[in-house]
């Protein structure tokens, strides 16, 4: 019989990998409560350790994307008012 693969949310992630990092309780300690291997919760706790940078510049990488997108939305109304006066125009 097979058996599924349990999928862990996000936040679940989250919450195991910031007690592993409080270091309050063993790993071992951490793998019975949560149910877990602690190769699992080290494994998180290294990819959260070393994405963790990414948290700070995502939102810098959001102004610059919304600062893009909204000269390209001006530039797009810009492009639609010459259209429009242009098919005036010709069209008389």
């Known amino acids: ?9 996000s936040k ?6 910031l007690e592993a990092l409080k270091e309050q309780s063993t790993l071992q ?3 019975s409560k949560y149910e ?3 190769t699992q919760i080290s494994k998180w706790k290294k990819e959260f350790i070393e994405n ?3 948290t700070f510049d995502s939102k810098q990488k ?3 994307e919304s600062v893009e ?3 390209l939305f001006s530039k797009i109304g810009q492009l639609q008012v010459e259209i429009d006066f242009l098919k005036h125009v010709l069209g008389k």
């Open 1 to 9: 019989m097979k058996t599924s693969r349990r999928k862990f949310s």
């Open 36 to 38: 877990l291997q602690s």
């Open 52 to 54: 963790a940078s990414a």
């Open 12 to 17: 679940f992630k989250t919450k195991v990998v």
């Open 69 to 71: 997108k909204d000269k």
């Open 62 to 64: 959001k102004d610059t």
């Open 29 to 31: 300690e951490l793998s």
